[in-house]
C-alpha cells in the first residue's frame, strides 16, 4: 500500500500573545487552530484541541509573558497534548523565551533555569524549538534538539534607516551587548559606544551607570539591547548620553517586558523613543506612552515557520546574522 505525500501545517495559539499568532497564521495562510481551555477550581490548566492532529507539523507560539509560570505551564500542556493525539513533529514557537536571564551561574547554589526550560519543553513533546533574540546565545546548546535562533535585526534597521538615517552611535547598555552593538553598526555604517555600569549579583533589576565609553557628541543615540525590564537601564543610559552631547537618544529592544515602574521611568526620562516589538503584549500601563512604538515581528515569524515546514535554510532569511 502507498499513501501520496501528504504535509500539513497546523498552528496553534498559547493565550499570551494570541494578536501575534492570527498575525503569523494570517501570513501563512493558515487558521489558527482551534483549542479548548479551562481551569479546574483549584487553577489547573485544562486544553483540548478541537480538531485531529493526526500526522500534522504542529505548531505552538506562546511567549512567556506575565504571569510567566501561568504561561510557560500552558505552552508544556499544549505540547504534550498534541504529542498524545500523535502529531508527526511538534515545534514550540517561543518569541519570548521565559527564564532566559538565568542561563549561568552568578553565584553558588544557584539554578540555571534556562536549561531547566529547555528540558521542559523536550520532555512536553517539542521537537524542535524556535525563539527570538535570547538573551544569551548559549541557551541554543541546551538541548540536543534543533533551536532555531530568530533575530528582529531586520526590522529594526528598516525602521531606523526610515527614522533618523544618518548621524547615529549605536550604544550597548554594558559590555555583555558590546557585540550586538558592532552588528547593528556594521549595517547602518555607524560608530559603537557602551556604558560602563556596576550591578550587584544579588540585586535584580538594579543596576548604576557610571559613564560613557565613546563617542556620542553630535551624534543620534541608539541603545539596543534584546530586553527592557524595569527600564532603569536604559533610562540611566540615556541621561548619561544626553550629558555627554548626543543629540537625541532612543533605545531599541526586541521583547518589551515593561515591568513597573518601566512607565513612569520612560515618562521621565531623556528618552526621544523606545522601539520594542510585539513579541509580547504590550502592559495596560504603558500602552498610551507617546515615546513607545511597537513594530511586528509577524512576518519574520512567519517567513521562518514556513521554512521549517518546508524543510528550507532559516538562517538564508537572515543572511547568517541569526546565529
Same mark, same amino acid.
Given at each position: 500500500m502507498e499513501l501520496p505525500g501528504r504535509k500539513r501545517m497546523m498552528l496553534f495559539s498559547g493565550s499570551a500573545n494570541p494578536p501575534l499568532a492570527e498575525e503569523v497564521?494570517?501570513?501563512?495562510?493558515?487558521?489558527?487552530?482551534?483549542?479548548? @481551555?479551562? =481551569? &479546574?477550581?483549584?487553577g489547573e490548566i485544562y486544553v483540548r484541541f478541537t480538531e485531529s492532529v493526526r500526522g500534522a507539523d504542529c505548531f505552538v507560539l506562546q511567549s512567556h509573558s506575565k504571569p510567566v509560570n501561568f504561561h510557560i505551564m500552558e505552552q508544556l500542556i499544549m505540547l504534550d497534548a498534541l504529542h498524545r493525539a500523535s502529531a508527526k513533529r511538534i515545534t514550540a514557537v517561543v518569541p519570548f523565551y521565559g527564564y532566559a536571564r538565568q542561563d549561568k551561574k552568578h553565584l553558588s547554589r544557584e539554578p540555571i533555569t534556562a536549561r531547566l526550560m529547555a528540558d521542559l519543553l523536550i520532555a512536553a513533546g517539542a521537537d524542535r524549538i524556535v525563539s527570538m533574540d535570547l538573551h544569551s546565545a548559549q541557551?541554543?546548546? &541546551?538541548?540536543?534538539k534543533p533551536f532555531d535562533h530568530l533575530t528582529a535585526l531586520p526590522v529594526f534597521l528598516e525602521y531606523l534607516h526610515a527614522a533618523v538615517g544618518k548621524d547615529m552611535v549605536i550604544v550597548s547598555p554594558?559590555?555583555?551587548? *558590546?557585540?550586538?552593538?558592532?552588528?547593528?553598526? @556594521?549595517?547602518?555604517?555607524?560608530?559603537?559606544?557602551?556604558? =560602563?555600569?556596576? @550591578?550587584?549579583?544579588?540585586?535584580?533589576?538594579?543596576?548604576?551607570?557610571?559613564?560613557? *565609553?565613546?563617542? *556620542?557628541?553630535?551624534? =543620534?543615540?541608539?541603545?539596543v539591547d534584546d530586553m527592557i525590564d524595569t527600564g532603569g537601564t536604559v533610562v540611566a543610559a540615556a541621561d548619561l548620553l544626553r550629558r555627554a552631547g548626543a543629540l537625541s537618544v532612543r533605545a531599541m529592544a526586541t521583547h518589551g517586558v515593561l515591568s513597573p515602574p518601566a512607565a513612569q521611568r520612560f515618562t521621565d526620562s531623556a528618552l526621544e523613543e523606545v522601539v520594542i516589538t510585539n513579541t509580547l503584549p504590550v502592559p495596560p500601563e504603558a500602552a498610551g506612552l507617546p515615546n513607545l512604538r511597537v513594530l511586528?515581528?509577524?512576518?519574520i515569524l512567519a517567513d521562518a515557520l514556513r521554512a521549517i515546514f518546508t524543510e528550507e535554510s532559516v538562517s538564508a532569511l537572515f543572511m547568517g546574522e541569526n546565529a
Amino acid at each position: 500500500m502507498e499513501l501520496p505525500g501528504r504535509k500539513r501545517m497546523m498552528l496553534f495559539s498559547g493565550s499570551a500573545n494570541p494578536p501575534l499568532a492570527e498575525e503569523v497564521a494570517g501570513l501563512l495562510g493558515i487558521p489558527v487552530g482551534g483549542v479548548e @481551555r479551562s =481551569h &479546574f477550581a483549584n487553577g489547573e490548566i485544562y486544553v483540548r484541541f478541537t480538531e485531529s492532529v493526526r500526522g500534522a507539523d504542529c505548531f505552538v507560539l506562546q511567549s512567556h509573558s506575565k504571569p510567566v509560570n501561568f504561561h510557560i505551564m500552558e505552552q508544556l500542556i499544549m505540547l504534550d497534548a498534541l504529542h498524545r493525539a500523535s502529531a508527526k513533529r511538534i515545534t514550540a514557537v517561543v518569541p519570548f523565551y521565559g527564564y532566559a536571564r538565568q542561563d549561568k551561574k552568578h553565584l553558588s547554589r544557584e539554578p540555571i533555569t534556562a536549561r531547566l526550560m529547555a528540558d521542559l519543553l523536550i520532555a512536553a513533546g517539542a521537537d524542535r524549538i524556535v525563539s527570538m533574540d535570547l538573551h544569551s546565545a548559549q541557551i541554543q546548546g &541546551f538541548t540536543v534538539k534543533p533551536f532555531d535562533h530568530l533575530t528582529a535585526l531586520p526590522v529594526f534597521l528598516e525602521y531606523l534607516h526610515a527614522a533618523v538615517g544618518k548621524d547615529m552611535v549605536i550604544v550597548s547598555p554594558d559590555t555583555g551587548r *558590546v557585540r550586538l552593538a558592532s552588528l547593528y553598526a @556594521r549595517h547602518l555604517d555607524a560608530g559603537v559606544a557602551f556604558i =560602563h555600569k556596576r @550591578r550587584e549579583p544579588d540585586v535584580h533589576n538594579e543596576s548604576a551607570a557610571l559613564q560613557v *565609553v565613546g563617542d *556620542v557628541a553630535g551624534l =543620534h543615540a541608539i541603545i539596543v539591547d534584546d530586553m527592557i525590564d524595569t527600564g532603569g537601564t536604559v533610562v540611566a543610559a540615556a541621561d548619561l548620553l544626553r550629558r555627554a552631547g548626543a543629540l537625541s537618544v532612543r533605545a531599541m529592544a526586541t521583547h518589551g517586558v515593561l515591568s513597573p515602574p518601566a512607565a513612569q521611568r520612560f515618562t521621565d526620562s531623556a528618552l526621544e523613543e523606545v522601539v520594542i516589538t510585539n513579541t509580547l503584549p504590550v502592559p495596560p500601563e504603558a500602552a498610551g506612552l507617546p515615546n513607545l512604538r511597537v513594530l511586528s515581528v509577524g512576518p519574520i515569524l512567519a517567513d521562518a515557520l514556513r521554512a521549517i515546514f518546508t524543510e528550507e535554510s532559516v538562517s538564508a532569511l537572515f543572511m547568517g546574522e541569526n546565529a
